[in-house]
């Protein structure tokens, strides 16, 4: 018996079709459901993008400075190299 799980496909929109959605409500030319429709961009989308909300990266700041992470990957490299198993 197979399980049928509810897969979320990502939609496949352009920064260019969503600069172009974005103008085309900023200039009242479209209201912004008919833009997500138009431009196919989910309209929780494109609310959020034109009030400008979640502008910032998600997730957690990274424990290591991007020169920390390459000294310590170095390190490690060299230490496997002369190690003896």
């Not at 196919?40 to 991007?66: C, F, M, N, V, W």
């Amino acid at each position: 018996m197979s399980r049928n799980f509810n897969v979320h496909k990502r939609r496949a929109y352009g920064e260019a079709t969503l600069k172009l959605a974005i103008e085309s409500v900023r200039e009242k030319k479209l209201n912004v459901t008919d833009a997500a429709q138009r431009y196919e961009i989910p309209r929780q989308t494109l609310d959020d993008k034109i009030k400008s909300k979640h502008l910032g990266k998600y997730g957690k700041k990274t424990a290591l400075s991007t020169e920390d992470e390459k000294l310590l990957a170095d390190y490690t490299k060299s230490e496997s190299k002369s190690a003896i198993f």
